[in-house]
């Protein structure tokens, strides 16, 4: 099964960019990013990142991945939303 903090690390690189700015955004550290969506790369038996220069490109399969990670993020926040209510 799929970990939400490592498909929420794959979302944010997907959305900010960077790992680095994903790190800023989910207030931990890039290197916790990084080995995050190295567990997540083990997990799926796929190469998530390509280097680009001195930064990364999602790989096809890790936009296909982000794009279910997107939407079961929001299903998650939806949940505990209304569980809040």
Do not use: C, W
């Amino acid at each position: 099964m799929l970990d939400l903090n490592r498909l929420k690390a794959l979302h944010a690189v997907a959305v900010y960019g960077s790992v680095g700015a994903a790190a800023d955004a989910l207030m931990v550290t890039p290197s916790a990013v990084s080995q995050q969506l190295a567990k997540l790369e083990r997990e799926t038996g796929a190469t998530l990142l390509e280097r680009n220069g001195r930064g990364v490109r999602l790989t096809d399969a890790a936009g296909l991945l982000a794009d279910h990670a997107e939407r079961i993020l929001a299903l998650v926040e939806t949940a505990e939303a209304d569980f809040e209510a």
